[in-house]
């Protein structure tokens, strides 16, 4: 009884010592790992996703509407100013001729 009970005690605290170890040990590190390797996978893909969806339509936009606004104001006010500018000079030609 004695050596069973030494056995058993010796061997079932060695098995939970042993597994509480491997346990905490493994699941601390897959813990650790996992959620590192999520954390920093999952943070710098929404980091460079959103970053990259926020500068590409960000600059897009803005690089759309400003040129499209410069283009509109710039091309419309030359058109106007030299078509006016034209036809005035043209109209004052023709009448001084």
Known sequence: MTDQLDYTMTDQ?????SDQLDYT?????DYTTRDQLDYTTRDQLNYTTRDQLSYA?????DYTTR??????TR???????????DNATRDQLEYTT
Do not use: A
């Open 25 to 29: 040990t493994r699941d601390q590190l």
């Open 13 to 17: 605290l060695d098995y939970t010592m």
């Open 57 to 61: 339509t960000r600059d897009q936009l």
């Open 75 to 85: 091309d419309q006010l030359n058109y106007t100013t030299r078509d006016q500018l």
């Open 67 to 72: 040129d499209q606004l410069d283009y509109t």
